[in-house]
């Protein structure tokens, strides 16, 4: 019997939004289940493209080495988001490895299974164009901020995009919700530990993050908005 709460999952996914009852109960039919540690890997940079996963819980982090052995983290992945898109486009091979951050469950399908769901449902092949869309229109994003913005801006539009991704509102105000360290938002905004570092430590004196161990919090939401517009003094 299908689990109602696995099709409400589906159902809130990007990948499965708008689809009918039938096109979730057959893509439940065709899914299987995994379950990560911290730090496990779930798809490694390399890898050849045969499953993807829905995250359900938990959060995935997604890293690209470069030839030179360099990490870069690229994303991060919460409920309803998808991992192994890479078999959406057909490409041979994963471009980036997912690790989880914490305890995390998936729902995941082969990459023949997903084909044959997305074959008779065109809602779900939409939304897996979509899905290509907003990462390519991310990825484009990233870019842009590398080639043409200064470091605090940069930094400012990461802590911003995951406290729209994963903040939850506290006494004190928005927290990033899974541990993240400032070696981690060095990697996403393109920059060393040390800028970092310095850069949080005079947002944290005035009053617009606070940090401590592989945690963050966005206290003046309004002010890290200005700097990543280029309008803080």
Same mark, same amino acid.
């Given at each position: 019997?299908?689990?109602?709460?696995?099709?409400?999952?589906?159902?809130?996914?990007?990948?499965?939004?708008?689809?009918?009852?039938?096109?979730?109960?057959?893509?439940?039919?065709?899914?299987?289940?995994?379950?990560?540690?911290?730090?496990?890997?779930?798809?490694?940079?390399?890898?050849?493209?045969?499953?993807?996963?829905?995250?359900?819980?938990?959060?995935?982090?997604?890293?690209?080495?470069?030839?030179?052995?360099?990490?870069?983290?690229?994303?991060?992945?919460?409920?309803?988001?998808?991992?192994?898109?890479?078999?959406?486009?057909?490409?041979?091979?994963?471009?980036?490895?997912?690790?989880?951050?914490?305890?995390?469950?998936?729902?995941?399908?082969?990459?023949?299974?997903?084909?044959?769901?997305?074959?008779?449902?065109?809602?779900?092949?939409?939304?897996?164009?979509?899905?290509?869309?907003?990462?390519?229109?991310?990825?484009?994003?990233?870019? !842009?901020?590398?080639?043409?913005?200064?470091?605090?801006?940069?930094?400012?539009?990461?802590?911003? !995009?995951?406290?729209?991704?994963?903040?939850?509102?506290?006494?004190?105000?928005?927290?990033?919700?899974?541990?993240?360290? !400032?070696?981690?938002?060095?990697?996403?905004?393109?920059?060393?530990?040390?800028?970092?570092?310095?850069?949080?430590?005079?947002?944290?004196?005035?009053?617009?993050?606070?940090?401590? !161990?592989?945690?963050?919090?966005?206290?003046?939401?309004?002010?890290?908005?200005?700097?990543?517009?280029?309008?803080?003094?």
């Amino acid at each position: 019997m299908v689990q109602q709460p696995d099709l409400g999952i589906l159902e809130r996914s990007e990948l499965y939004h708008g689809a009918s009852i039938a096109a979730l109960t057959e893509a439940h039919a065709s899914s299987f289940r995994k379950r990560l540690a911290v730090d496990e890997v779930l798809l490694r940079q390399g890898d050849a493209a045969g499953t993807i996963y829905i995250v359900v819980v938990g959060r995935l982090r997604v890293t690209q080495t470069t030839n030179e052995g360099q990490q870069v983290i690229m994303r991060y992945l919460g409920p309803g988001e998808l991992a192994g898109y890479a078999v959406l486009s057909g490409a041979d091979v994963h471009p980036g490895t997912a690790t989880a951050v914490d305890d995390t469950h998936l729902l995941g399908w082969t990459a023949a299974a997903f084909r044959e769901v997305m074959a008779r449902h065109p809602v779900i092949a939409m939304n897996a164009l979509n899905v290509l869309g907003v990462r390519y229109r991310d990825m484009q994003i990233r870019l !842009r901020e590398l080639s043409t913005e200064k470091v605090e801006r940069r930094l400012a539009h990461t802590m911003l !995009r995951l406290a729209a991704q994963a903040g939850r509102r506290t006494a004190h105000g928005i927290e990033i919700a899974f541990p993240l360290s !400032r070696q981690d938002l060095a990697e996403m905004a393109g920059t060393t530990l040390h800028t970092v570092s310095r850069t949080l430590s005079g947002w944290e004196e005035q009053g617009i993050v606070d940090s401590g !161990r592989r945690r963050v919090i966005v206290r003046n939401q309004q002010k890290l908005s200005e700097i990543a517009d280029g309008a803080h003094a």
